[in-house]
């Protein structure tokens, strides 16, 4: 980016008494590798989660109870059994019917991944360029940082992440579901489903315990951590675990997308589950 014109008022690195470098950086490194390849990711991921959010179809396998996370909680009259005790309130035809099928929980898992500590340096980086990488200068004119809206709305990520937890709670109870079988021993049934499915929970499990909201909720505001062993000691496990928050971010996009792709194919008839009981 070359330097602002006159009828433009300089700020940030062309403020006044800076040193006036026409080029937008003097590095010769391949920087703009990491935010395309994290743009690339974010596309991925938001363009096979929209599509498979808006098919209402091939979401569960009814007899070894799999569902995808993308339907959890099921909200359908047309989910069966897949929504057990979750209220059936979208129709089965009408405009409503055209609605995603876990409306209720969709958007708000979907408001923590985007108010998340790290998303968010990665999303301002790749997509609003503020800035691009380090030593390189921004493309914008001024800078607020998220004291103004809609960038204030961002101190929200607490609150969704108490119902992030909830959600994990209700996907760790789909999970448990689906090793029942008909088929099995004593109604009991294992496959290679089970495992994806496990693996996936587990996974959000650690994401969303490894939040810095879920670290600062344990001991954050501790004045002396001698008077609270028991929330020191959370504290502690929960800051091992948020050093590779960056890491779960991007893990649980993977295996969830993996879970679903799983569930679809097996509900499709495209192939079978591999069984290993019942």
């Not at 000691?233 to 960056?246: A, G, P």
Request: charged share 15%.
């Amino acid at each position: 980016m070359s330097a602002p014109t006159a009828d433009r008022k300089a700020t940030g690195v062309f403020s006044p008494g800076r040193a006036q470098i026409a080029q937008r950086t003097l590095r010769t490194d391949n920087w703009l590798k990491s935010p395309i390849v994290t743009d690339l990711g974010f596309a991925a991921f938001i363009i096979y989660a929209t599509v498979r959010a808006f098919m209402r179809d091939d979401f569960f396998v009814e007899k070894y109870h799999y569902l995808t996370p993308f339907y959890s909680p099921c909200l359908s009259k047309a989910c069966g059994e897949a929504s057990e005790f979750w209220p059936q309130i979208l129709p089965t035809s009408g405009p409503l019917s055209l609605l995603p099928y876990a409306l209720l929980s969709l958007p708000f898992l979907l408001l923590f991944r985007i108010t998340c500590y790290y998303y968010r340096g990665a999303y301002y980086r790749s997509v609003w360029q503020s800035p691009t990488a380090c030593a390189v200068a921004e493309p914008h004119a001024k800078y607020t940082g998220e004291t103004r809206f809609p960038l204030i709305l961002q101190n929200l990520h607490r609150y969704f992440f108490y119902i992030a937890a909830l959600i994990s709670l209700i996907n760790t109870w789909d999970a448990i579901k689906a090793f029942h079988s008909e088929d099995g021993p004593g109604g009991f049934g294992f496959g290679l489903g089970n495992v994806i499915l496990v693996i996936n929970v587990v996974m959000l499990w650690v994401y969303t315990i490894s939040c810095h909201s879920c670290r600062h909720v344990a001991g954050g505001r501790l004045k002396h951590f001698s008077k609270h062993p028991v929330r020191y000691w959370m504290w502690t496990q929960i800051s091992k675990l948020n050093t590779r928050h960056k890491l779960y971010a991007w893990v649980t996009l993977g295996t969830l997308m993996l879970t679903d792709f799983y569930v679809m194919l097996v509900a499709g008839g495209t192939i079978s589950d591999l069984r290993f009981i019942g």
